[in-house]
């Protein structure tokens, strides 16, 4: 969602009221690593935890799709080459993306 000319993430209450989330309130990002989205169209909420100070953001660009059945592909790769320590962070991402782009059914 686009508050002014800032970003914020919006999560609802309770009540269902609105609670916006500033990069600014986010700052304890920056002991994360990584954040992963899989989902479409989630580069607006990528960007935010990217300026909150996260390194390392997966999320889809506003212009693209991405069907679930790659999403699940992509991640079930991506985490498997990451967690036995095969590759860096970017190094996973790079394999497991050419796994969905070189795969038959995506």
């Not at 969602?1 to 309770?14: I, N, R, T």
């Not at 700052?27 to 992963?36: E, H, R």
């Not at 990217?50 to 693209?64: F, L, P, R």
Request: with cysteine; charged share 20%; proline share 1%.
């Amino acid at each position: 969602m686009q508050k002014g000319d800032s970003y914020c993430l919006v999560f609802e209450k309770q009540d269902g009221e609105a609670n916006y989330i500033s990069p600014q309130m986010l700052s304890i990002c920056k002991s994360l690593k990584f954040v992963f989205f899989a989902t479409c169209h989630s580069q607006a909420a990528g960007e935010i935890f990217y300026k909150a100070g996260v390194q390392h953001v997966i999320c889809i660009t506003e212009k693209y799709e991405i069907l679930d059945e790659a999403a699940i592909f992509f991640s079930k790769n991506f985490y498997e080459l990451l967690f036995k320590g095969l590759l860096s962070i970017c190094g996973a991402f790079k394999t497991a993306k050419k796994m969905v782009e070189t795969h038959e059914n995506y």
